[in-house]
């Protein structure tokens, strides 16, 4: 069975001295969607972005802006970067003390809603306020920063997860976010993700692609596929290949540009 895959990269993990360029660039390669990463040095351990920054990507691209606050009282600002221009609004369970309301309160505002759960936070909460939401984010890293290791922990509330949407509100999505890159999302797609946010993996294609070419972890016919050639591909920037490679070693097929990536013949290996 063929299943789709989406792929949001972060622009937490992008150049922002660039930050426009690069999100076109993303657009152009074939990205569903921009996640946009939202922190307020209390809910988590670093500071991001506010609205103002969304008006300025709501400008150069037409693709879905999802804006993940990652913040305490997420109900004070929802309007704000609704106005900004993002498409869905995800709110963390944690920081949510009315969670329903807050829910309630996106959806006046006619955007997408989501709820976020965090690694030690078990699939059980999701009960009370799936059927309310239009995609449920399962963190995969504890959230804060980029670059973090995957928590291989997380696969099996990915799969109680799935199951629950399954038998509730199939439509719902279910994305992932933390530590996805290639050797990784084939692991998530398995338990039941349908969109990986990719920061790194996207953003920082050029040195990924570099590593993974040096240790070997993508096959030849991988290489055929996309069409690059040693000396080429690691002059690229944000291009197609890097959701390629995502894509094809989840072993699924996913429309990307009229672009069918089929199952690769070879298994990556960490």
Request: aromatic share 6%; glycine share 6%.
């Amino acid at each position: 069975m063929s299943i789709t895959v989406k792929v949001a990269p972060s622009i937490l993990a992008a150049d922002f001295a660039r930050l426009g360029e690069q999100v076109v660039e993303a657009d152009k390669a074939g990205a569903d969607r921009i996640h946009v990463d939202v922190m307020d040095g209390v809910f988590v351990p670093n500071i991001s972005i506010g609205p103002l920054v969304v008006k300025s990507l709501r400008r150069v691209t037409r693709l879905p802006l999802e804006t993940h606050l990652m913040i305490e009282q997420p109900e004070r600002y929802l309007k704000a970067f609704a106005d900004a221009g993002s498409d869905s609004l995800l709110v963390h369970w944690e920081g949510a003390i009315h969670l329903h309301r807050t829910i309630q309160q996106i959806k006046a505002l006619g955007k997408g809603a989501g709820v976020v759960i965090n690694p030690a936070t078990p699939a059980s909460v999701l009960e009370e306020i799936l059927l309310d939401v239009d995609l449920v984010l399962v963190m995969t890293v504890n959230p804060g920063f980029g670059g973090q290791e995957f928590i291989h922990g997380t696969l099996d509330k990915i799969r109680k997860v799935r199951q629950m949407i399954d038998r509730v509100k199939p439509e719902c999505e279910l994305e992932v976010d933390g530590g996805i890159e290639p050797h990784t999302a084939p692991a998530a797609v398995e338990a039941g993700a349908r969109v990986l946010v990719a920061g790194s993996a996207v953003f920082m294609a050029k040195e990924a692609l570099s590593k993974l070419y040096s240790n070997y972890l993508f096959s030849n016919s991988l290489t055929d596929l996309v069409g690059f050639n040693t000396p080429s591909f690691c002059n690229m920037q944000i291009d197609k290949i890097a959701f390629t490679i995502v894509r094809c070693l989840t072993s699924f097929s996913s429309p990307m540009n009229n672009f069918e990536t089929p199952a690769p013949t070879a298994a990556a290996t960490d």
